[in-house]
């Protein structure tokens, strides 16, 4: 599975940035995709994940509730991960990965090792 980001840059405190993550060739059915991120230094962190297979099918770290919003186009080929209110620690590499959907979750998945494919990560830096 090759997973592709895009949407990264530069922005100010307060700005937004739109990150898309899509799979040339693979729908996200039954999948679950999550996004993560890795600041210079520190551990990659758990940051939303969205799947379409069950109706509370989102999850986000508490850093980001109310300010990140993660959504699936209809087609289910792209998730899209908007961030609103940026703040300096906000910079870090993001990624999208990917994992099949699991009937039993209790909580949808937010750890790293609960991914199977990654894609390359796109980097987001805000300026204060």
């Known amino acids: 599975v090759q997973l592709v980001e895009s949407g990264g840059g530069l922005v100010q405190a307060g700005g937004s940035l739109r990150l898309s993550c899509a799979a040339p060739?693979?729908?996200?059915?039954?999948?679950?995709v999550g996004w993560f991120r890795q600041a210079p230094g520190k551990e990659r962190e758990g940051v939303s994940c969205?799947?379409?297979?069950?109706?509370?099918?989102?999850r986000y770290a508490d850093s980001v509730k109310g300010r990140f919003t993660i959504s699936m186009d209809n087609a289910k080929t792209t998730v899209y991960l908007q961030m609103n209110s940026l703040k300096p620690e906000d910079t870090a590499v993001y990624y999208c990965?990917?994992?099949?959907?699991?009937?039993?979750?209790?909580?949808?998945?937010?750890?790293?090792?609960?991914?199977?494919?990654w894609g390359q990560g796109t980097q987001v830096t805000v300026s204060s």
């Open positions: 990965a990917v994992v099949g959907y699991y009937s039993g979750y209790v909580d949808m998945p937010l750890r790293e090792n609960e991914y199977d494919f």
């Open positions: 060739g693979l729908s996200f059915v039954d999948y679950v």
């Open positions: 969205i799947s379409s297979n069950r109706p509370d099918g989102t």
